[in-house]
């Protein structure tokens, strides 16, 4: 309601904007196509690793107590299930080399500062 009258603008267009980006963020977040999704002058959102374990454990869980032989659609499910379990286990990986990455720079960065350190000290 402050937001709405800040913009000088009806409340209704305001909450609509908001549920339009939240969405938004939401669809691309859940489509695990990358770790992150910016959206301009609303910041990043990362995507939580822990989260991305639960999914994985849990669609694992799934697929351990359907029956895919009871019917078609059952089978069906199991394959999409296991597509997904794909999708957050790329996803995984790409965290874990991120991970990999910062560490490697942090290091980096440690080593260059440990050697101007012993530069400035002779």
Known sequence: M?????????FQEVDDIVAFFYRYVQKRL??????????PN??????KKRRVLKKIERHKNFIDSLDETASIKAFEIKQEVKKDIEKYEAILDMMNQEEERK??????KEKHHANQIVEGSQ
Not at 42 to 47: A, N, P, S
């Open 42 to 47: 609303l910041g990043t959102f990362v995507l």
């Open 2 to 10: 402050l937001t709405a009258k800040k913009l000088d603008r009806n």
């Open 103 to 108: 560490l490697k720079v942090q290091t980096l």
């Open 30 to 39: 859940s489509s695990v196509e990358s770790i992150a999704v910016n959206v």
